[in-house]
């Protein structure tokens, strides 16, 4: 009868809580570079710059 190995793969914590990290790192990075957009355009509209939307 043949036997089989069993192989796992083990991930250490420390490497998946710095993954996790990494991803919300880069959520904060969009999420600033988007607010900042919007922010910009909402003053636009405010104080009427011409040109701005058609």
């Known amino acids: 009868m ?3 190995a069993r192989v796992t ?3 250490p914590v420390s ?3 710095s993954s ?3 991803d919300g790192g880069q959520f904060v990075v ?3 570079f988007s ?3 919007l922010l910009i ?3 636009a509209i405010i ?3 011409p040109g701005a939307w058609y």
Do not use: E, Y
């Open 41 to 43: 355009s909402l003053i």
């Open 35 to 37: 607010g900042i957009g």
């Open 2 to 4: 043949p036997k089989a």
């Open 30 to 32: 969009v999420a600033l």
């Open 15 to 17: 490497a998946a809580a």
């Open 9 to 11: 793969a083990s991930i």
């Open 20 to 22: 996790q990290k990494s």
């Open 47 to 49: 104080i009427g710059v």
